[in-house]
Nanobody, 123 residues
Framework: QVQLVESGGGLVQAGGSLRLSCAAS????????MGWFRQAAGKEREFVAA????????YYADSVKGRSTVSRDNTKNTVYLQMNSLKPEDTAVYYC????????????????WGQGTQVTVSS
Protein backbone atom coordinates (compact mmCIF):
# COMPACT_ATOMS: atom_id res chain seq x y z
CA GLN A 1 0.00 0.00 0.00
CA VAL A 2 1.14 3.50 -0.84
CA GLN A 3 -0.47 6.71 0.29
CA LEU A 4 0.25 9.86 -1.68
CA VAL A 5 -0.16 13.50 -0.68
CA GLU A 6 0.38 16.31 -3.15
CA SER A 7 1.30 19.87 -2.27
CA GLY A 8 2.63 23.00 -3.90
CA GLY A 9 -0.31 24.04 -6.01
CA GLY A 10 -1.68 27.55 -6.05
CA LEU A 11 -2.48 30.62 -8.09
CA VAL A 12 0.25 31.95 -10.36
CA GLN A 13 0.42 34.39 -13.21
CA ALA A 14 1.15 33.24 -16.72
CA GLY A 15 4.88 32.84 -17.20
CA GLY A 16 5.42 31.93 -13.57
CA SER A 17 6.64 28.72 -11.98
CA LEU A 18 5.47 26.20 -9.43
CA ARG A 19 7.01 23.11 -7.92
CA LEU A 20 4.59 20.38 -6.98
CA SER A 21 5.56 17.75 -4.47
CA CYS A 22 4.11 14.34 -3.81
CA ALA A 23 5.01 12.68 -0.53
CA ALA A 24 4.56 8.94 -0.31
CA SER A 25 4.15 6.69 2.67
CA UNK A 26 5.60 3.21 2.87
CA UNK A 27 9.04 1.71 2.91
CA UNK A 28 9.04 0.54 -0.71
CA UNK A 29 8.69 3.88 -2.47
CA UNK A 30 11.77 3.18 -4.55
CA UNK A 31 9.97 0.19 -6.09
CA UNK A 32 7.32 2.39 -7.67
CA UNK A 33 7.25 4.29 -10.88
CA MET A 34 5.54 7.62 -10.39
CA GLY A 35 3.34 9.64 -12.66
CA TRP A 36 1.83 13.10 -12.71
CA PHE A 37 -1.55 13.66 -14.28
CA ARG A 38 -3.89 16.60 -14.46
CA GLN A 39 -7.57 17.12 -14.92
CA ALA A 40 -9.07 20.40 -16.00
CA ALA A 41 -12.71 21.18 -15.35
CA GLY A 42 -14.93 19.25 -17.72
CA LYS A 43 -12.05 17.30 -19.24
CA GLU A 44 -10.59 13.86 -18.86
CA ARG A 45 -7.56 13.19 -16.74
CA GLU A 46 -4.42 13.45 -18.86
CA PHE A 47 -0.82 12.40 -18.56
CA VAL A 48 1.73 15.07 -17.69
CA ALA A 49 4.98 13.33 -16.75
CA ALA A 50 6.38 10.11 -15.33
CA UNK A 51 9.58 8.89 -13.77
CA UNK A 52 10.93 5.39 -13.33
CA UNK A 53 11.66 3.91 -9.93
CA UNK A 54 15.34 4.80 -10.22
CA UNK A 55 14.78 8.21 -11.75
CA UNK A 56 16.69 7.18 -14.82
CA UNK A 57 13.79 7.34 -17.23
CA UNK A 58 11.68 10.42 -17.67
CA TYR A 59 8.62 10.93 -19.84
CA TYR A 60 6.66 14.06 -20.64
CA ALA A 61 3.50 15.00 -22.44
CA ASP A 62 4.13 17.17 -25.47
CA SER A 63 2.10 19.93 -23.84
CA VAL A 64 4.63 20.36 -21.01
CA LYS A 65 7.85 19.14 -22.60
CA GLY A 66 10.59 21.73 -22.28
CA ARG A 67 8.71 23.57 -19.55
CA SER A 68 8.52 20.90 -16.85
CA THR A 69 10.91 18.62 -15.02
CA VAL A 70 9.96 15.55 -13.03
CA SER A 71 12.35 14.26 -10.38
CA ARG A 72 12.34 12.12 -7.28
CA ASP A 73 14.23 11.71 -4.04
CA ASN A 74 13.88 8.15 -2.84
CA THR A 75 15.51 9.04 0.48
CA LYS A 76 12.62 11.41 1.15
CA ASN A 77 9.89 9.32 -0.48
CA THR A 78 9.00 12.31 -2.60
CA VAL A 79 8.48 13.02 -6.27
CA TYR A 80 8.49 16.53 -7.72
CA LEU A 81 7.13 18.31 -10.74
CA GLN A 82 8.80 21.62 -11.53
CA MET A 83 6.68 23.63 -13.93
CA ASN A 84 7.96 26.77 -15.62
CA SER A 85 6.55 29.22 -18.14
CA LEU A 86 3.08 28.33 -16.97
CA LYS A 87 0.15 29.02 -19.26
CA PRO A 88 -3.55 29.46 -18.50
CA GLU A 89 -4.17 26.11 -20.20
CA ASP A 90 -2.08 24.46 -17.49
CA THR A 91 -4.88 25.22 -15.03
CA ALA A 92 -6.07 21.92 -13.57
CA VAL A 93 -6.02 19.68 -10.55
CA TYR A 94 -2.70 17.86 -10.55
CA TYR A 95 -2.45 14.33 -9.25
CA CYS A 96 0.46 12.07 -8.56
CA UNK A 97 0.12 8.34 -8.96
CA UNK A 98 2.18 5.24 -8.29
CA UNK A 99 2.54 1.84 -9.87
CA UNK A 100 4.97 -0.97 -9.28
CA UNK A 101 8.02 -1.24 -11.47
CA UNK A 102 7.58 0.11 -14.98
CA UNK A 103 6.54 3.57 -16.06
CA UNK A 104 3.17 4.05 -17.75
CA UNK A 105 1.30 6.93 -19.35
CA UNK A 106 -2.34 5.94 -18.90
CA UNK A 107 -4.28 6.60 -15.70
CA UNK A 108 -5.78 3.11 -15.61
CA UNK A 109 -2.30 1.63 -15.28
CA UNK A 110 -1.67 3.29 -11.92
CA UNK A 111 -2.72 1.67 -8.68
CA UNK A 112 -2.44 4.50 -6.16
CA TRP A 113 -3.49 8.11 -6.36
CA GLY A 114 -3.23 11.23 -4.29
CA GLN A 115 -6.08 13.65 -3.68
CA GLY A 116 -4.73 16.27 -6.02
CA THR A 117 -3.57 19.86 -5.76
CA GLN A 118 -5.11 22.77 -7.65
CA VAL A 119 -2.98 24.80 -10.04
CA THR A 120 -4.52 27.97 -11.42
CA VAL A 121 -2.70 30.10 -13.95
CA SER A 122 -4.09 33.56 -14.57
CA SER A 123 -3.58 35.41 -17.83
Amino acid sequence: QVQLVESGGGLVQAGGSLRLSCAASGRTFSSYAMGWFRQAAGKEREFVAAISWSGGRLYYADSVKGRSTVSRDNTKNTVYLQMNSLKPEDTAVYYCAARLRTVAQFPDEYSYWGQGTQVTVSS
